[in-house]
């Protein structure tokens, strides 16, 4: 399956909206530290519903806001939750990055980044496309110490690149961007059922599920552009 099949069919059945919903326990954490000043041009990479670039929107007065997807329907969905014309969603691939060089302040990622075919070549496509001193903000749930991420990619068709901190790292500073700041952003939100539950049809013991939402959590890392 391509991204694009994967993802309209994700988009058809509602899942975008169920993603923003839990995604935005901790992507509300990461967006509120980028350091975006009114009227700058934010990109949101693999979108989805759109919902971070509206956010940026209306919190810190980002100027123009793109948000791209590999998957038409994701698009089209993204635009349709809005009327706000300062916000534009459309439709790309991660591999080519349909921006001019020094033409974005800042880029954002939610769980999307890991799909790409070449995640190096993408950081290198953010690098090109970011103004100097611009940042990437890449926060992914999905990577080697969240140990319990790992089968994700037995349900997904798209090959998923499983970083650890450290790869994370070394691949920004391989694509010429500085790594800021690394952190793993709780989800303190999701609701972990007491002892006595356990095990649920998810998780064999609370310990687990503490560590996986209260510990580990989101893991971002941010990018700066030289
Ligand atoms: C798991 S969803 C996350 C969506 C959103 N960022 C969120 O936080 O809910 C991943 C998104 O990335 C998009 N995507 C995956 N691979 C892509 C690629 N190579 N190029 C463009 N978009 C891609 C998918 O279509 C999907 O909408």
Same mark, same amino acid.
């Given at each position: 399956?391509?991204?694009?099949?994967?993802?309209?069919?994700?988009?058809?059945?509602?899942?975008?909206?169920?993603?923003?919903?839990?995604?935005?326990?901790?992507?509300?954490?990461?967006?509120?530290?980028?350091?975006?000043?009114?009227?700058?041009?934010?990109?949101?990479?693999?979108?989805?519903?759109?919902?971070?670039?509206?956010?940026?929107?209306?919190?810190?007065?980002?100027?123009?806001?793109?948000?791209?997807?590999?998957?038409?329907?994701?698009?089209?969905?993204?635009?349709?939750?809005?009327?706000?014309?300062?916000?534009?969603?459309?439709?790309?691939?991660?591999?080519?990055?349909?921006?001019?060089?020094?033409?974005?302040?800042?880029? !954002?990622?939610?769980?999307?980044? +890991? +799909?790409?075919?070449?995640?190096?070549?993408?950081?290198?496509?953010?690098?090109?496309?970011?103004?100097?001193?611009?940042?990437?903000?890449?926060?992914?749930?999905?990577?080697?110490?969240?140990? +319990?991420?790992?089968? !994700?990619?037995?349900?997904?068709?798209?090959?998923?690149?499983?970083?650890?901190?450290?790869?994370?790292?070394?691949?920004?500073?391989?694509?010429?961007?500085?790594?800021?700041?690394?952190?793993?952003?709780?989800?303190?939100?999701?609701?972990?059922?007491?002892?006595?539950?356990?095990?649920?049809?998810?998780?064999?013991?609370?310990?687990?599920?503490?560590?996986?939402?209260?510990?580990?959590?989101?893991?971002?890392?941010?990018?700066?552009?030289?």
């Amino acid at each position: 399956m391509s991204v694009r099949e994967e993802f309209d069919e994700w988009a058809a059945s509602g899942k975008d909206r169920g993603m923003e919903e839990r995604h935005w326990h901790t992507a509300k954490h990461a967006l509120a530290r980028m350091p975006i000043e009114p009227g700058d041009v934010v990109l949101d990479l693999g979108c989805g519903s759109g919902y971070a670039g509206r956010a940026l929107r209306e919190t810190k007065g980002a100027g123009r806001v793109y948000g791209l997807d590999g998957a038409p329907e994701m698009a089209r969905n993204a635009a349709g939750y809005t009327a706000d014309p300062g916000v534009g969603y459309l439709v790309g691939d991660f591999d080519s990055l349909p921006f001019a060089a020094d033409s974005i302040d800042h880029v !954002w990622s939610m769980e999307a980044f +890991y +799909y790409a075919a070449d995640p190096h070549h993408t950081l290198e496509e953010i690098a090109r496309i970011l103004r100097p001193g611009g940042t990437f903000y890449c926060a992914v749930n999905y990577y080697e110490e969240n140990v +319990y991420s790992h089968a !994700w990619q037995e349900s997904i068709s798209i090959p998923m690149t499983r970083w650890d901190r450290d790869q994370y790292r070394s691949a920004f500073h391989d694509a010429g961007l500085y790594v800021a700041e690394q952190d793993n952003v709780p989800d303190r939100e999701i609701t972990i059922p007491d002892a006595d539950e356990f095990p649920t049809d998810d998780w064999d013991s609370r310990e687990e599920m503490v560590e996986r939402y209260r510990e580990y959590g989101t893991l971002l890392t941010v990018g700066v552009a030289p």
